[in-house]
């Protein structure tokens, strides 16, 4: 009904409507994008036939945007940190590279934070990224503008990075889906930092999207290859799920409190796959989930099994030149002469710390080891945990600084390498996205697709911003 131009076209005014105002698309590529729609629409008046096309080019036509952490060729891949400003990709990650290869166009890079290590993006090289819902609140991290971009209907699929919750907090805060796939299923070559050592096991690279039902055809186009190993092709039977609910980490001193609205919303699902569905939700109390930050951090800074030591953040922050002293760069930073963020530079803190005591770290990473049979037994093949995505709704610019560990309710299913879908659930009485992770057993990503498709019909999904 429409030709792939004017749908190209439509996404470019709307985002040079409402990028002023949020400031999620860092560099657009505008201009190749709709010489790449000519191109499609030149091949649907060819005609090789629908079925021959929907085969190949799954997403023919499809415009998204990618996180600028992940190589697009020609785009900036600095991920805010400063002394990469000059660098452009030459080369697009594996992920971009078969989004393409699927006719799928991309319109642009978004914001991120810094180094992609914390849940507000902002950044010295890029600014600050506004929530489309209220343009004084966080639209989360670290794949933040993607986040805020598909809520203010700017592009209909985002390539997102996962390694404490980077898809799936922004997906939560900005009211739409993201999916966190199963430990080692989509390739994450491509992006800067990209992990190494034990983190390997814990980054993912994902799909986030306004619509539910885009979820699994961009994640078998993401996957390649690799889609092999989940269950993609099996039919889901609802009423057969075991459904599990834990309304909060049993009161970490390290997080928030969960929010009333939060928890209300939870309920309300709960409630509903009960009279519609008729299964029977059950409460369940993990008492490991309290030490979520603990067991993330222990796990993130241990060993791989050849003995190599993860990464540090300080070396990233050097980016190959000199690693940064973080004791010098707050004293910089508190004179306004430090080129890096203070999440950063208190993040290089947290880890100088976190050396001191190897023996306890030592103990969680044995706790997070027996938390992952204890979900893997518990979830098993038809089991989905429902658990809050965060302890509060989108906070305030900066206000993540006081409370830097409420991120512990997504992180902690990286380390366990348990597939998440988190599913927007309307909007809260101050007109802000609430929302839930369904979580399953590793391989099981059908099984937390299906109910996100079965959700979002029941709750309503996305919401436009500004439209109450």
Same mark, same amino acid.
């Given at each position: 009904?429409?030709?792939?131009?004017?749908?190209?076209?439509?996404?470019?005014?709307?985002?040079?409507?409402?990028? @002023?105002?949020?400031?999620?698309? =860092?560099?657009? !590529?505008?201009?190749? #994008?709709?010489?790449? /729609?000519?191109? %499609?629409?030149? +091949?649907?008046?060819?005609?090789?036939?629908?079925?021959?096309?929907?085969?190949?080019?799954?997403?023919?036509?499809?415009?998204?945007?990618?996180?600028?952490?992940?190589?697009?060729?020609?785009? @900036?891949?600095?991920?805010?940190? =400063?002394?990469? !400003?000059?660098?452009? #990709?030459?080369?697009? /990650?594996?992920? %971009?590279?078969? +989004?393409?290869?699927?006719?799928?166009?991309?319109?642009?890079?978004?914001?991120?934070?810094?180094?992609?290590?914390?849940?507000?993006?902002?950044?010295?090289?890029?600014?600050?990224?506004?929530? @489309?819902?209220?343009?004084?609140?966080?639209?989360?991290?670290?794949?933040?503008?993607?986040?805020?971009?598909?809520?203010?209907?700017?592009?209909?699929?985002?390539?997102?990075?996962?390694?404490?919750?980077?898809?799936?907090?922004?997906?939560?805060?900005?009211?739409?889906?993201?999916?966190?796939?199963?430990?080692?299923?989509?390739?994450?070559?491509?992006?800067?930092?990209?992990?190494?050592?034990?983190?390997?096991?814990?980054?993912?690279?994902?799909?986030?999207?306004?619509?539910?039902?885009?979820?699994?055809?961009?994640?078998?186009?993401?996957?390649?290859?690799?889609?092999?190993?989940?269950?993609?092709?099996?039919?889901?039977?609802?009423?057969?799920?075991?459904?599990?609910?834990?309304?909060?980490?049993?009161?970490?001193?390290?997080?928030?409190?969960?929010?009333?609205?939060?928890?209300?919303?939870?309920?309300?699902?709960?409630?509903?796959?009960?009279?519609?569905?008729?299964?029977?939700?059950?409460?369940?109390?993990?008492?490991?989930?309290?030490?979520?930050?603990?067991?993330?951090?222990?796990?993130?800074?241990?060993?791989?099994?050849?003995?190599?030591?993860?990464?540090?953040?300080?070396?990233?922050?050097?980016?190959?030149?000199?690693?940064?002293?973080?004791?010098?760069?707050?004293?910089?930073?508190?004179?306004?002469?430090?080129?890096?963020?203070?999440?950063?530079?208190?993040?290089?803190?947290?880890?100088?710390?976190?050396?001191?005591?190897?023996?306890?770290?030592?103990?969680?990473?044995?706790?997070?080891?027996?938390?992952?049979?204890?979900?893997?037994?518990?979830?098993?093949?038809?089991?989905?945990?429902?658990?809050?995505?965060?302890?509060?709704?989108?906070?305030?610019?900066?206000?993540?600084?006081?409370?830097?560990?409420?991120?512990?309710?997504?992180?902690?299913?990286?380390?366990?390498?348990?597939?998440?879908?988190?599913?927007?659930?309307?909007?809260?009485?101050?007109?802000?996205?609430?929302?839930?992770?369904?979580?399953?057993?590793?391989?099981?990503?059908?099984?937390?697709?299906?109910?996100?498709?079965?959700?979002?019909?029941?709750?309503?999904?996305?919401?436009?911003?500004?439209?109450?």
């Amino acid at each position: 009904q429409v030709t792939c131009v004017e749908v190209v076209e439509a996404y470019v005014e709307r985002i040079k409507e409402v990028n @002023p105002l949020i400031n999620a698309v =860092v560099k657009d !590529r505008f201009e190749e #994008a709709l010489q790449e /729609a000519r191109q %499609v629409d030149k +091949l649907l008046s060819e005609g090789p036939g629908d079925d021959y096309l929907e085969e190949k080019f799954p997403l023919l036509g499809v415009p998204i945007t990618v996180k600028e952490a992940f190589s697009l060729h020609g785009m @900036p891949n600095t991920s805010g940190l =400063v002394n990469r !400003r000059n660098v452009i #990709a030459t080369s697009d /990650a594996t992920v %971009v590279s078969r +989004l393409k290869q699927a006719g799928a166009i991309p319109l642009g890079v978004t914001n991120c934070s810094e180094l992609c290590m914390w849940y507000e993006s902002s950044n010295r090289v890029y600014g600050r990224t506004n929530n @489309p819902y209220d343009l004084q609140r966080i639209v989360g991290g670290s794949s933040g503008g993607e986040g805020g971009v598909l809520a203010a209907a700017c592009s209909v699929i985002g390539v997102g990075s996962d390694i404490g919750g980077s898809i799936r907090m922004p997906a939560f805060f900005n009211g739409v889906f993201g999916h966190k796939p199963t430990t080692g299923v989509v390739p994450n070559d491509g992006q800067f930092p990209n992990a190494q050592g034990v983190r390997t096991s814990y980054l993912c690279t994902g799909p986030m999207c306004r619509y539910a039902e885009d979820l699994e055809p961009v994640l078998r186009v993401m996957a390649g290859p690799g889609v092999n190993k989940l269950k993609l092709n099996e039919k889901v039977s609802l009423e057969k799920i075991k459904f599990h609910c834990m309304d909060h980490d049993g009161g970490s001193v390290f997080v928030s409190p969960v929010d009333k609205e939060i928890l209300q919303a939870q309920k309300k699902v709960v409630e509903h796959l009960e009279s519609k569905l008729g299964v029977q939700v059950r409460r369940v109390a993990i008492h490991k989930m309290k030490y979520s930050f603990q067991i993330w951090s222990a796990m993130m800074s241990s060993k791989d099994s050849d003995g190599q030591e993860a990464q540090l953040f300080t070396d990233l922050l050097g980016d190959h030149g000199k690693p940064v002293w973080p004791l010098w760069e707050l004293m910089k930073w508190l004179v306004g002469m430090s080129s890096h963020t203070l999440p950063a530079i208190a993040l290089g803190l947290t880890e100088k710390l976190m050396k001191l005591n190897p023996g306890g770290n030592a103990k969680l990473v044995s706790m997070g080891k027996s938390l992952r049979e204890e979900m893997e037994g518990l979830l098993g093949p038809d089991g989905v945990l429902l658990y809050p995505s965060h302890p509060t709704i989108a906070p305030r610019h900066h206000s993540p600084i006081c409370m830097p560990f409420n991120f512990a309710y997504t992180a902690i299913f990286n380390v366990l390498g348990l597939p998440v879908t988190q599913c927007p659930l309307g909007l809260s009485s101050e007109g802000l996205p609430l929302g839930i992770q369904l979580v399953a057993a590793s391989y099981n990503d059908h099984l937390t697709l299906a109910v996100a498709r079965y959700l979002e019909k029941a709750f309503g999904g996305w919401v436009l911003p500004g439209k109450v």
